[in-house]
């Protein structure tokens, strides 16, 4: 079963998933230890927006016009309803709709 996988490749995976793990239960800890100010706590609020709009516009600026519609129709959800989650699927649903219709956007 493991006779296509090298050992090397076994290891940086492990290893990747390791820190990975350590970063992630690392900050959980110290933000148990600190109270973050205001501004910090509003920044991780905002953050779930920021890798949205970071991911957005690398589609965008790869994308035409029905990626356009689908980046519009993520922002205006994201915006209405405040849910990252809600407007992620209404982004995919809408590529799939245009795509799926056929219908070409030039």
């Keep these: ?7 090397t490749a076994l290891a940086v995976v ?3 998933s ?3 793990y350590v970063t992630k239960a690392g900050g959980f800890w110290a933000l148990d230890r600190v109270e973050p100010s205001e501004s910090v706590r509003e920044a991780l609020d905002a953050l779930p927006g920021g890798i ?3 991911i957005l516009i690398v589609r965008l600026l790869e994308g035409g016009p029905t990626e356009w519609m689908a980046g519009i129709a993520v922002l205006v959800v994201a915006h209405r309803t405040e ?3 809600l ?3 209404v982004g995919v649903g ?3 709709i245009v795509r799926g219709s056929g219908a070409s956007i030039t």
């Excluded at 079963?1 to 050992?7: E, G």
């Design 94 to 96: 809408t590529l799939i």
């Design 1 to 7: 079963m493991f006779d296509d996988v090298s050992l």
């Design 52 to 54: 949205l709009v970071a």
């Design 83 to 85: 849910s990252v989650l």
């Design 18 to 20: 390791t820190v990975t």
């Design 87 to 89: 407007a992620m699927i």
């Design 14 to 16: 492990f290893g990747m």
